[in-house]
């Protein structure tokens, strides 16, 4: 009898001791989840609040072009019409083809610093760093410079459903003008096939047939925006980012439509 006492005794102790440790465990969850929550809130009011004070800068793509290929410093001109290439002796002759990029400072009482990579502007200098006035645009240019031979792998990897093997990328980065704010990029990929056989041999080539820039290439007319946030720039210190499960993996604005 004391036997079958000690053991229900044994047995209300252990659940107890579960239940205390089962609720303890609930409790620090609990506190985790409600860490994380306040954390997140915290997180996302700061992105909101330098939302609201960043500055307001509009870039997009007006127009893509085929170019001959010039000097290192020297534009590229136009193409003549009707021109024709024969592979077998012109593979490794230049053509340029050229996005041209207006970047735009929408606000009336803010300079904000403005830096581009992979692109140039009209005098030449590429990978310049700059002060964007209030209400001032400049422009500049995307130029992907490729041998005729590497235009007619394009070519062929588009006829094919492929992505073109030789492409040109850049990027616009926008700096906020105050330490705590945040930064804004738009990456740029130009792809195109400006050149297609003029005939059944293989040999020739011509200019693609099509009016426009879209018939023969492929850039974002809008690329889209990825933007960080930052405690101090200067410190190098970024905003927090939020926990994974509800952060997305970069914050975008706008559409991206092909010319």
């Known amino acids: 009898m004391w036997t079958i006492a000690a053991v229900l005794v044994a047995v209300a102790g252990s659940a107890i001791v579960a239940w205390q440790a089962w609720e303890t ?77 207006r970047v735009k400072n929408l606000m009336s009482d803010r300079t904000t610093h403005l830096e581009v990579t992979g692109l140039h502007d009209p005098a030449m200098h590429a990978d310049t760093e700059v002060l964007l006035l209030p209400k001032t645009e400049l422009f500049y240019f995307l130029t992907a410079t490729f041998t005729l031979g590497q235009w007619a792998e394009n070519w062929e990897a588009h006829q094919a459903g492929n992505p073109p093997p030789n492409v040109a990328e850049g990027c616009v980065i926008s700096g906020d003008d105050r330490d705590e704010g945040v930064v804004d990029r738009w990456p740029l990929s130009l792809a195109a096939w400006p050149i297609q056989p003029a005939g059944d041999s293989g040999e020739t080539w011509q200019l693609t047939e099509g009016t426009t820039g879209r018939d023969w290439s492929d850039i974002a007319m809008r690329p889209l925006r990825e933007r960080s946030y930052w405690i101090s720039q200067r410190r190098g210190i970024p905003l927090p980012d939020l926990p994974e499960r509800q952060a997305p993996a970069v914050r975008r604005a706008g559409k991206g439509n092909a010319l």
Do not use: C, F
Request: charged share 25%; net charge negative; no cysteine.
């Open 25 to 101: 465990h609930r409790t620090t969850s609990l506190g985790r989840k409600a860490l994380d929550a306040s954390h997140s809130l915290a997180i996302d009011s700061a992105r909101s609040r330098l939302d609201q004070d960043a500055p307001r800068i509009d870039m997009y793509v007006e127009g893509v072009s085929i170019l001959t290929a010039g000097l290192v410093d020297v534009p590229g001109s136009q193409i003549e019409p009707g021109a024709r290439w024969n592979l077998s002796e012109d593979a490794a002759r230049l053509l340029q083809v050229q996005a041209r990029i």
